[in-house]
């Protein structure tokens, strides 16, 4: 690609992006006749006699790639996508194809409707070029389909490089609220003005997330009579749950006025917000036409959670109003479609002894009992949540850990790899992933994780011991050693280490010295049972 061909197109826009030569194309391509007439018109701005010049080459013997690459990347712009992808799809299938025709024939197959083509086609440019415009796109497409963290972890870095893109910030930020990265968010949206609907409205979900309702409505109420009209559902739905959240249901109902109607959702919560202010006849009223024909399990075109949820409150509603025959066939429903929420077994229980059927109702109020025994506590529950929204690496390492507990190695590493995508910096999510192909038996791979760590933090007896432990497996019992024994000198109470180390040294026929380190490891930790069974097999 010569520079008076890259002047061009960065004329064209993202074309600058798109319309890229192959490496390693024919000398003299960018000096072809077809080629200069049709970067003359594509700099006069006639984008249209640019196409119809480069569709010559089509029929040429000798057909420049950079010319295809450049037609291809037109018809994208020009809203022709089959076109494009006619032109594209060959050039995608060189070795190595260019990173730019892989992003503009991705545009061209999500035009189409192609979305899985489209995400491998980006992944492909992202994967040669990392700072590809198909990183902004395929986040975006992932975003829309709601693949928040796979979004996020795409534009977070696109929004770090390109902060004036506020589509991409407000995209990534509505990612991070999504999934109650507090910090992720606040880093997003902490610079733009606070006064542009869009921004408030991120603004209130994320005071919300972090438990301040009354935030929330101070920063929608100014803006509610004068927000766009494709913007003020959301808007009004916000501030219904921040009214709901401060005791004031009456207020959630009255800002939701009309707009229950055709929405199941919003009727859901309009039902529970009449419910909350006392107004029970007019929740049932509000959720009998989407509940009706849910309790016989009819097919409602509902997504299983909402309309497990509608199936739910509906039945509770009308066993309150003490119409407990006809609210049984909709608790049973509940019960069936969510068999973990508790409050329908609880429910389905009390009518159930209220229509003298006591067999039945106790065996759903032990299974209710079963369910709130095996919760956290409120409090506990509280502070687990209070640390996540703090620290959302935590929460990604917490639900990565309960994956590797039921031995899904291969879900636990693509979890903390995307936590690390979004978590630059943070030693934690790399320590785990080392661990992880450590346990998987891909030394190479996990060396290389380890050498990362130990760059991040050369004096940390953590880092360190992790590249010990994946010497160690590859049979580098001399490298493994030293990094053992560093790790001890940085921290000497490392129990890990100490038992690891001790392992080395049994091989080697130096049992002196590993059972001094059990010993200390024990009395670190006297619940250490691999020290002790160490231990043990030394004095055996």
Not at 50 to 57: D, K, N, P, R, S
Not at 158 to 169: F, H, K, L, N, S
Not at 419 to 445: A, K, N, Q, Y
């Amino acid at each position: 690609m010569t520079k008076r061909l890259m002047c061009v197109f960065t004329l064209v826009g993202l074309v600058a992006f798109g319309a890229v030569a192959q490496e390693g194309g024919a000398a003299g391509e960018e000096d072809d006749p077809t080629l200069v007439e049709a970067v003359r018109l594509i700099d006069a701005g006639d984008i249209a006699a640019a196409i119809g010049v480069l569709e010559t080459l089509k029929t040429r013997a000798d057909t420049p790639a950079v010319g295809l690459a450049l037609l291809g990347g037109l018809y994208v712009e020009s809203g022709r996508p089959l076109d494009a992808l006619d032109v594209l799809e060959p050039l995608t299938r060189l070795d190595p194809p260019d990173p730019a025709v892989l992003y503009n024939a991705g545009r061209a197959a999500q035009a189409l409707g192609q979305m899985q083509r489209a995400a491998e086609l980006y992944y492909g440019s992202i994967q040669i070029r990392p700072t590809s415009p198909a990183r902004r796109e395929l986040g975006l497409m992932l975003g829309s389909q709601q693949a928040f963290s796979q979004a996020l972890a795409l534009l977070k870095p696109w929004a770090t490089q390109y902060p004036d893109d506020i589509e991409v910030r407000l995209a990534a930020a509505f990612c991070a609220v999504q999934l109650e990265r507090v910090p992720d968010a606040e880093e997003l949206l902490s610079d733009l003005p606070q006064d542009r609907p869009p921004v408030s409205l991120l603004w209130s979900r994320l005071l919300l997330v972090k438990g301040d309702p009354w935030g929330a409505i101070n920063t929608l109420t100014p803006i509610l009579d004068t927000a766009p009209e494709s913007m003020q559902l959301d808007i009004r739905r916000v501030l219904a749950e921040a009214y709901a959240g401060v005791g004031q249901a009456a207020d959630a109902v009255e800002v939701l006025a009309g707009y229950s109607e055709r929405d199941p959702s919003v009727a859901l919560q309009v039902g529970l917000a009449q419910y909350q202010s006392g107004d029970l006849e007019g929740a049932l009223a509000t959720l009998e036409p989407f509940a009706q024909g849910l309790a016989v399990g009819s097919g409602s075109g509902l997504p299983a959670e909402l309309a497990s949820q509608m199936v739910l409150h509906y039945g509770r509603f009308l066993a309150m109003t003490g119409e407990r025959e006809a609210a049984l066939p909709y608790l049973q429903r509940a019960t069936e479609m969510n068999p973990e929420e508790k409050q329908g077994w609880q429910m389905l229980g009390q009518t159930l002894a209220g229509l003298g059927r006591r067999e039945e109702a106790q065996v759903a109020l032990e299974r209710f009992q079963a369910i709130s025994k095996g919760e956290v506590s409120a409090s506990k529950q509280e502070r687990l949540d209070r640390e996540e929204r703090d620290d959302p690496t935590l929460a990604a390492i917490r639900e990565t850990v309960d994956l590797m507990a039921e031995e899904r190695f291969d879900d636990a590493l693509a979890r903390i790899r995307q936590e690390r995508s979004l978590s630059r910096g943070d030693l934690r999510p790399v320590l785990l992933e080392g661990r992880i192909l450590t346990i998987l038996d891909r030394h190479p791979e996990a060396l290389e994780v380890a050498q990362q760590a130990v760059q991040m933090a050369p004096d940390n007896a953590d880092s360190l011991y992790l590249r010990g432990t994946v010497l160690m497996g590859m049979g580098k019992s001399v490298a493994a050693e030293t990094d053992f024994r560093r790790a001890l000198t940085v921290q000497p109470e490392h129990t890990a280490t100490m038992n690891d180390l001790a392992v080395l040294l049994i091989e080697t026929g130096n049992t002196d010295e590993a059972r001094e380190l059990l010993k200390r490891a024990l009395e670190a930790n006297p619940d250490d049972e691999v020290a002790a069974a160490n231990l043990a097999s030394i004095e055996g």
